[in-house]
């Protein structure tokens, strides 16, 4: 094994992920160039998981402590190391090629805060989709005006500089929903300095085709309601005011949801939300756009469905 290298840490949550967090660590430990330090935190797993990690010996450290959230695990395993640069690595997905190694690498010559690599997002039998689409778009407006909307990867695809994150102040612990989503917004939102690197790879395991899934807590989606909100007021008087099109569309998809779902006091806070952006832009169809406009959303729902 090569000597560790300090510079570059790998950060991985973990809530009884027994069946998969193996094959994350040993993705780690076969990328090029010295050993990455390598922090498994453990969320109050009730399975294997924290044997799992132990069986690697001395090439990973094990944090363990009760369950409080990803986000928690995420901020505690960047506070245990002094890397400059970590990835946060679920531990169910995978990197491969020369993520680590060369991401730092560019980070270094490039002065950037986020590396991105490609995105290979796959299920347990097959690949779905290649994506590495953001070589093109190292543009901090133009990202944070499409990511939501499609234009973004996950977070085994991204490496960090520590530093950054922490000045941006880490992992909200707030966010229940979209939480790699609210981080990458806010550093775009702070200006991070952009770079790409062509030789890495990070593998995100989809567990069900529908990348846009539904939470089944209404407590959640009220959540995420909130976490757009906060981004919204981070906009007012800055020049991403203009380029908001992928929070108004969470918006407005979480109240279309949360009124089929019939949780109305959720809808009408995304609403809320929209109407202070401006006028409410109704979206879909013809039809759906001129009964929402007619009616309103929630009685179009009601009557008709989504």
Partial sequence: MDSPNHGVAVVIPCYNAEATLARTIDSVLAQPGPAAE???VDDGSSDGSVAAAQAFGDRVTVLT???????????????????EFVLFLDADDEIAGDHLAAGATIAEAAGADIVFTAMIQRNATRILEVRDSLAEHLDCEYLFANWLLGIQVNPSAILWRRSFVERIGGWDERVKLQQDGDLVMRAFL????????PRGYGIYYVQNNDSLSWSKSEAKER?????????????EGTPFAAHRQSLEHALYRTARMA???????????????????????HRGTLRHRALASVLGLERKVRLWGA
């Fill in 223 to 235: 959540n995420y309601v909130e976490t757009l909100a906060r981004l919204v007021a981070m906009t």
């Fill in 259 to 281: 009124f089929l779902r019939g949780w109305p006091e959720t809808g009408q806070a995304a609403l809320d939300v929209l109407a202070r952006m401006g006028p409410i832009r």
């Fill in 38 to 40: 390598i922090i498994v």
């Fill in 190 to 197: 702070n200006r991070a300095r952009l770079a790409h690197n």
């Fill in 65 to 83: 402590g009760q369950n409080g959230g990803a986000c928690v695990a995420r901020n505690r395993g960047m506070q245990a190391t002094s890397a």
